[in-house]
């Protein structure tokens, strides 16, 4: 499996793209910015991107989707709860920084739906709590985790459509329950282990 970590955007958001070994086709996960900084990596890499994947939809997660999508005709993912985020410059937090960075899905997401590219099966996990519509990507022994679980942290819940208990819900009954050779990788910081986590994560 190939993954390859971007630090993209003014937050540091982190930007993967996940390929087979096989093949070379490639998802895009959270492409928060720096749009040619993500298209020179799939270049170098020699990958075509089928899908641009969503793990939540606030800005510093989605700016280049439209970019990403038109130069490369992927198309554009998200839970079917924070879909209109996409589209709502308050709601996906650009307009806090007065700009209007809008884009739009193609496809909704829902709990437990298996994405298919090249020999790859990645399996959608609704974990809300940071938003209402925020997803983890589990394929194998690894999870893209967005802004539900970093090392040593948790996404924040004061932010519109946060809720504390209902993160720590997801991550408790949907995370920790994987096991500990898991490997997270946080939508910023650096990656992790669910075994890590569950031992030394003071949120938990």
């Given at each position: 499996m190939f993954i390859k970590r971007l630090v993209v955007g003014e937050l540091g958001a982190?930007?993967?793209l996940l390929a087979s070994e096989e093949g070379k086709e490639a998802v895009v996960i959270d492409p928060g910015g720096d749009a040619e900084l993500i298209l020179n990596a799939l270049r170098e890499n020699c990958l075509l991107p089928t899908?641009?994947?969503n793990t939540h939809g606030h800005v510093d997660h989605t700016l280049a989707n439209s970019s990403l999508a038109k130069a490369t005709?992927?198309?554009?993912?998200?839970?079917r709860e924070d879909a209109k985020m996409l589209s709502d410059p308050e709601a996906n937090l650009s307009g806090w920084f007065n700009q209007e960075i809008t884009s739009s899905?193609?496809?909704l997401l829902e709990n437990g739906q298996i994405i298919e590219v090249s020999n790859l099966k990645i399996e959608v996990i609704h974990t809300p709590g940071h938003t209402r519509g925020g997803i983890c990507l589990k394929v194998k022994d690894k999870v893209f985790t967005?802004?539900?679980?970093?090392?040593s942290g948790i996404g924040r819940t004061d932010l519109p459509g946060g809720d504390y208990k209902t993160l720590l819900d997801s991550i408790r009954q949907k995370l920790l329950t994987l096991p500990d050779e898991t490997i997270i990788y946080p939508g910023h910081g650096e990656s992790s282990t669910i075994g890590q986590?569950?031992?030394e994560n003071p949120f938990l």
């Open positions: 982190n930007c993967y899908y641009i994947i005709s992927a198309k554009i993912l998200i839970h899905a193609d496809e967005g802004d539900t679980l970093f090392a986590e569950r031992k």
